[in-house]
Each structure stands twice: as structure tokens, then as C-alpha cells.
């Protein structure tokens, strides 16, 4: 079981915007940034969130993301058939002094 | 560009210590002020932090893994290396090593190497 919450599946439609979200507590995603990943199909995890809502060169701005008290949000815009993805958050839990995962939500562009 | 490359035996029998490496490319580890790190992925699950080590050593564990974990760095090879002893089919996984991408280890993982595929098997 993940220290992070997030839905295991998440759907849309071409060109629809979906938000993919994760939950904590004031361990971790309340006292920490977070960060979220993208892994396509057999390859290794990509980042595409920093720091909750910053954006690595490269990534489209389709992508953000948003943090509230204990959960974060990672939204995408204009979905395209390449997002279809398995989509991570993650943080530093204090408590565990350590690195912490969600559980990861896979995302079907339909 | 850094680059970030993983090797070791693909198959490890029970038991025994399970040993990777991760060889820096397009900059080098000493002085770099970055801290490295051990993520692995068990089939068909989700991401796991294993451990993550400064270029002075100080390192970072999961402690639900930390008596069985070994992270060490090699500034002269520009390595960093991964042992997990007394493994278990629980451990087979793909690992990756990977960069923060800042001198802590709460800083994001911006480099991953390709992963490689570990089975823990008699």
C-alpha cells in the first residue's frame, strides 16, 4: 500500500482535459513539493512536475500541476493519444525520512 | 547531456546479494552536487525508492528496506552502485538508477537511466 493516494485508472477523449490526483498528509505532500512522472509503455519514468506546478524544458504546457494542504492535482489539456501513460506523484515523507510514490493512476486516451 | 546507465546479473539466485551499478556519462559525479538515487519497479506494479547517495556518501535509505541495502559512489569510475542482500522473489523488479536535481534527496529525479531487469530465481 503507497503512502500516496492516487486512482488507479483515469480515462478521456481526444482533445479533453483530465486531472489525475494524489493524497497524502502533513507528512509528506504537506510539508514537501511534489513531483510528478509520466512512464509510457516499457520505458523508464520521465518527469513532468517539479516543484508542484513547474514544467522541465521540453514538457508541453498541456501539462500542470497544483498542490492544496494534503493532496496535489496533475492536469492535462488538449489530450492527445500519446499521453496514454502510467502517471506517478511523489514526495519526501519527514516522518520516514525518505523518498515516497503513489500507487501510479494509468491513463487511456479512448 | 548526463546519461545514466545501469548494469548488473540479470538473474540472482535467493539469498544471495544482488549487485548493480550505474555509470555516469556527459558529466561527472564528484563535486557534481547532485544527489543519486535507486528506484525499482516490481512487474506490473508501481515505483519504489530504494536509497539515494551524495557524492561525499552520505546516503539516504528506505527504511523498509534499509538493513539489506548497500549504496555506495565510486567518484574514480564515475559510478554508483546498489547491493541488497538475502533477496527474495519479492525483489525481482526492474531498477533504475537516477539524478536529483538538486543537492538533497527530496529534490525530483530529472535523469533516468533505461532501467534493467532483475530476477531473483533458483
Known amino acids: 500500500q503507497s503512502v500516496l493516494t492516487q486512482p488507479p485508472s483515469a480515462s478521456g477523449t481526444p482533445g479533453q482535459r483530465v486531472t489525475i490526483s494524489c493524497s497524502g498528509s502533513?507528512?509528506?505532500?504537506?510539508?514537501?513539493?511534489v513531483n510528478w512522472y509520466q512512464q509510457l509503455p516499457g520505458a523508464a519514468p520521465k518527469l513532468l512536475i517539479y516543484?508542484?506546478?513547474q514544467r522541465p524544458s521540453g514538457v508541453p504546457d498541456r501539462f500542470s500541476g497544483s498542490k492544496s494542504g494534503t493532496s496535489a492535482s496533475l492536469a492535462i489539456s488538449g489530450l492527445q493519444s500519446e499521453d496514454e501513460a502510467d502517471y506517478y506523484c511523489a514526495t519526501w515523507d519527514d516522518s520516514l525520512n525518505g523518498r515516497v510514490f503513489g500507487g501510479g493512476t494509468k491513463l487511456t486516451v479512448l | 547531456q548526463v546519461q545514466l546507465q545501469e548494469s548488473g546479473p540479470g538473474l540472482v539466485k535467493p539469498s544471495e546479494t544482488l549487485s548493480l551499478s550505474c555509470t555516469v556519462s556527459?558529466?561527472?559525479?564528484?563535486?557534481?552536487?547532485?544527489?543519486w538515487g535507486w528506484i525499482r519497479q516490481p512487474p506490473g506494479k508501481g515505483l519504489e525508492w530504494i536509497g539515494s547517495i551524495f557524492d561525499s556518501g552520505s546516503t539516504y535509505h528506505n527504511p523498509s528496506l534499509k538493513s539489506r541495502v548497500t549504496i555506495s559512489v565510486d567518484t574514480s569510475k564515475n559510478q554508483f552502485s546498489l547491493k541488497l542482500s538475502s533477496v527474495t522473489a519479492a525483489d525481482t523488479a526492474v531498477y533504475y538508477c537516477?539524478?536529483?536535481?538538486?543537492?538533497?534527496?527530496?529534490?525530483?529525479?530529472?535523469?533516468w537511466g533505461q532501467g534493467t531487469t532483475v530476477t531473483v530465481s533458483s
Open positions: 516543484s508542484n506546478n
Open positions: 502533513s507528512s509528506n505532500i504537506g510539508s514537501n513539493t
Open positions: 556527459g558529466g561527472s559525479i564528484s563535486g557534481s552536487s547532485y544527489y
Open positions: 537516477a539524478r536529483h536535481a538538486s543537492a538533497a534527496p527530496w529534490y525530483a529525479m530529472d535523469v
